[in-house]
């Protein structure tokens, strides 16, 4: 009778905690990101801007010709998905939500079960979720037995886009520059003259002359990659950066050292010895002249699809991938803004195909070279930027893509 007693007031405090959880505003969070809030300073300017929104919403204009009344938020949804079920132009999803710039930076979880309710008034457009009735859960009902289970909310929360797509990019470093490049440490030898280093082997390295490796507080784990390439501005011909295929995991067991060790003369030399490291897992073989950089902390971010503040024009310079030439969609390219140029994760961008040149023989007697206009070809979405460079997903194509397409602010 005490056991029934304990979990119906258990059941009670979770039903009281998930309707106070029912968001005013719309979360979003990508790969399973805590809810926990951050702070992003906001200026006065895009505190206005986001404000004056916030109270409008879109135009009627705006909403796709067979946008619902109601959605109801249903397993494998994206935020993308349900932006393009209710507008014709998906990346004006923050200003349907009425959101201001605080919130899209750390948004509020929507989960499968959730109701979205499109408001039509004066002209404008907005959107909300349903509250939850009296006793009502606002997510689908879950029946649980009496032991204890822990599932972070934002596990089941609907991300901005589908998260397998992206994954490995969000904690691989296959960015660095040039400095990193030169700095970085390199294996130099493995146990019995093996040729190929893979998980549970144990290998040895060496750092620069004036920085040998060392073990330091917090930081033991390292990154291998290979044969880091530059990725040069199509334009200007600078080196934006170098990527960098990753190849695996280590860690750090002894840090470098020097040894006496006694010639053959009788005398002793003053010998280094590398530092040992432990593969514990590995995407690709390993082989001397592999570098490490160490592990960078797992960042977790939540997207909102939306548009550059300003208009920004760029170019994709690399298409992910073993010689990759021609991309399709769903598919990773490099392009050559930043955040050094305002560029953050979730903007969206236009791709452009360059119009094809021409002769123009419409007049009797006159041949004239001419270029077709630029076309709109698709949407990417950027997820990963850099100081020089951006990872961004195609999102939607009509052709395929190349190196050399340019991109600009969507309109």
């Known amino acids: ?38 702070n992003f300073p906001v200026t006065p300017a895009q505190r206005g801007t986001a404000e004056q929104v916030a109270a409008a919403g879109v135009p009627l204009s705006e ?36 959101m201001n710039l605080q919130d899209i930076r750390n948004p509020h979880l929507i989960y499968p079960g959730q109701q979205l309710v499109l408001e039509r ?43 397998h797509l992206i994954e490995a990019f969000l904690s691989e470093p296959v960015i660095v520059d040039e400095t990193a490049l030169l ?9 019995e003259t093996r040729v190929l280093i893979t998980r549970g082997d144990r290998a040895y390295v060496r750092g620069p002359t004036q920085a040998p490796l060392q073990r330091t507080a917090g930081a033991t784990e390292y990154r291998v990659f290979r044969n880091a390439r530059p990725i040069k501005d199509p334009v200007t011909r600078a080196v934006l950066g170098y990527e960098a295929p990753y190849l695996g995991k280590a860690s750090l067991v002894r840090g470098e050292a020097v040894q006496a060790v006694r010639t053959s003369s009788g005398s002793q030399e003053q010998m280094p010895v590398p530092a040992t490291i432990d593969i514990v897992s590995a995407k690709e073989e390993m082989r001397v002249g592999d570098r490490l950089l160490p592990e960078p902390p797992r960042v977790f971010t939540s997207y909102v699809p939306h548009a550059p503040a300003r208009g920004v024009e ?7 991938g073993e010689a990759v030439a021609i991309a399709g969609q ?10 050094a140029d305002g560029i953050e994760s979730g903007h969206v961008f236009a791709i452009l195909k360059s119009g094809d040149r021409r002769v123009d023989r419409s007049q009797p007697g006159e041949r004239t070279d001419i270029k077709l206009p630029d ?27 190349q190196v050399g397409d340019r991109i600009a602010s969507p309109q």
């Open 1 to 38: 009778m005490h056991e029934h007693s304990h979990l119906e007031t258990t059941r009670r405090t979770i039903a009281r905690r998930a309707a106070a959880l029912l968001p005013a505003w719309l979360l979003l969070a990508a790969l399973g990101a805590p809810a926990a809030a951050q």
């Open 121 to 163: 008034r004066d002209g404008r457009a907005t959107l909300r979720v349903r509250q939850a009735a009296a006793g009502e859960l606002p997510t689908e009902t879950v029946r649980v037995s009496p032991r204890v289970r822990i599932e972070p909310l934002s596990d089941s929360a609907v991300p901005a886009v589908q998260t």
């Open 183 to 191: 700095q970085a440490p390199r294996i130099v030898a493995a146990p």
């Open 330 to 339: 769903s598919q990773v390219v490099l392009i050559n803004k930043g955040t």
């Open 375 to 401: 076309e709109r070809n698709g949407l990417l979405m950027v997820f990963r930027p850099f100081e020089k460079l951006s990872y961004a997903l195609i999102l939607e194509i009509s052709d395929t893509v």
């Open 314 to 320: 760029g170019t994709i310079v690399s298409i992910y």
């Open 63 to 98: 909403l796709a010709p067979d946008a619902p009344d109601t959605y109801t938020v249903k397993r494998g949804d994206t935020l993308w998905g349900i932006s393009g079920v209710f507008l014709a132009r998906p990346w004006r999803w923050p200003e349907l939500w009425g």
